[in-house]
């Protein structure tokens, strides 16, 4: 018996004992409540944050900055990304750029915006099941509320949550267990689904299993780096959690 077929079974017994171990831990739960990231995760908003964040760039005379540049810096809130899109030796014209990229976002948030494949309906029935569904993001309260309801309605997600002042950012876990008061649900009950590693790192810092979206901003591999149980390639495979 060859040395690398001995190491290729060892591997495959290895993965199958840890997804036995996520399918168990999933079946004791009794899923009441979803927690859902905006950008990356219900809706792909990479193209429209990205020529607001050049506009602002440009008119300001700094550089701008390339889509899969851009979506790696989108995650922990639109003051980061201001800053990252600038760089540490050019700190001080971050408020001044972030006026102009929220000015020219507010008109063009929906120019190419638009929800990933399925997740609508996904949604929906969720909803319709009596799911208790929240959003939580890091992107500015306005936007978030205004996209979330253009593409799925009002009171379908209660709470939407997201960053204003007084408010503390993911991945700090305050929104989530501010959600699960708000519900009355323990952690054990609720999961948060979310494409990036601050999703990944909310939920765990709240106690919550972290689901990674496997079609947004971040790849499989950054999400199980940053410790996800479980990574979904469709918004369909929601429903085949134990809800």
């Known amino acids: 018996m060859s040395s690398s077929f001995v190491q290729s ?41 990205t020529d607001s964040m050049n506009f602002a760039l440009k008119t300001l005379g700094f550089p701008t900055h390339s889509r899969d540049r851009c979506r790696q810096m989108i995650g922990y809130g639109l003051t980061q990304f201001a800053g990252r899109a600038l760089g540490a030796e050019n700190a001080d014209h971050r408020d001044k750029l972030l006026e102009v990229m929220t000015g020219h976002y507010r008109d063009h948030c929906f120019h190419k915006t638009k929800p990933y494949c399925g997740i609508v309906d996904v949604v929906l029935r969720l909803h319709q099941q009596g799911m208790r569904l929240a959003v939580l993001t890091n992107k500015n309260q306005e936007p978030a509320e205004k996209i979330t309801e253009f593409y799925f309605g009002k009171g379908v997600f209660d709470p939407i949550m997201g960053h204003q002042a007084g408010r503390r950012t993911k991945p700090d876990p305050e929104g989530v267990v501010a959600i699960m008061d708000r519900w009355r649900l323990p952690a054990s009950e609720v999961i948060l689904v979310g494409d990036s590693e601050v999703d990944v790192q909310t939920a765990l810092a709240a106690g919550v299993l972290p689901i990674g979206a496997a079609w947004g901003f971040r790849s499989p591999d950054e999400l199980r780096q940053a410790g996800a149980e479980k990574i979904i390639e469709t918004s369909g495979q929601i429903l085949e959690l134990p809800i």
């Open 9 to 49: 079974t060892r591997r495959l017994l290895r993965t199958f004992r840890q997804e036995k171990i996520i399918y168990e831990r999933f079946l004791v739960l009794a899923i009441k409540g979803i927690i859902f990231d905006l950008d990356g995760t219900l809706v792909d908003t990479l193209d429209d944050l």
